[in-house]
């Protein structure tokens, strides 16, 4: 068995203990997961933001902003 394969079954595995959890248990592991998912989205922004992926997109919003479109958040 290779390592793709290797991955897949203990995905599985996984799978199939969670669905037997309780509610409050696996609820505790959604919030867990989701932020797992926050983390590394704000980790991902602020590497595109310090690698300049994100430069024309910030300009855009400025000369709208200049041109009184947009708004206060």
Do not use: Y
Request: glycine share 6%; hydrophobic share 40%.
């Amino acid at each position: 068995m290779g390592h793709q394969e290797d991955i897949k079954a203990q995905v599985e595995a996984i799978k199939a203990q969670v669905v037997t959890l309780p509610a409050q248990q696996e609820a505790e592991l959604r919030a867990w997961l989701n932020d797992r998912d926050f983390a590394a989205w704000d980790t991902q922004i602020e590497r595109d933001l310090n690698d300049g992926k994100l430069d024309s997109l910030i300009a855009e919003a400025e000369r709208e902003r200049a041109g009184g479109h947009g708004r206060d958040l």
